[in-house]
């Protein structure tokens, strides 16, 4: 059974930076593509961004290019999301997922959500 723990949220002013990471068992991380997804309230879960195992592949939503970097360490089984020049409209509950890519879109593969880590982005 695969399971995500996903940790790092918080409160922080926009502009400001946080750190997710996501910890998976259950799977063979190494060879999983893994991804970020985000759901605001009342709005629909969307993914955020998504790397391939080796990190070569990668997909960023048009709203967090340029401030959102996705990382992996596979030695560790962990997923990474540095997210700088947070806005107030990043304000969601960010999930990770073992996914399937391309440079242009991003899914989650086995329809499996953790619980998630709350961003708050004051303005």
């Known amino acids: 059974q695969v399971q995500v723990v996903e940790s790092g949220g918080g409160l922080v002013q926009a502009g400001g930076s946080l750190t997710l990471s996501c910890t998976a068992s259950?799977?063979?991380?190494?060879?999983?593509?893994m991804g970020w997804f985000r759901q605001a309230p009342g709005k629909e879960r969307e993914a955020v961004s998504c790397?391939?195992?080796?990190?070569?592949?990668?997909y960023y939503a048009d709203s967090v290019k340029g401030r959102f970097t996705i990382s992996r360490d596979n030695a560790k089984n962990t997923l990474y999301l540095q997210m700088n020049s947070l806005k107030p409209e990043d304000t969601a509950m960010y999930y990770c997922a073992a996914v399937a890519l391309s440079g242009s879109w991003c899914v989650n593969a086995l329809k499996t959500w953790g619980q998630g880590t709350l961003v708050t982005v004051s303005s």
């Open positions: 259950g799977l063979t991380f190494a060879l999983n593509p």
């Open positions: 790397a391939s195992w080796t990190g070569s592949t990668t």
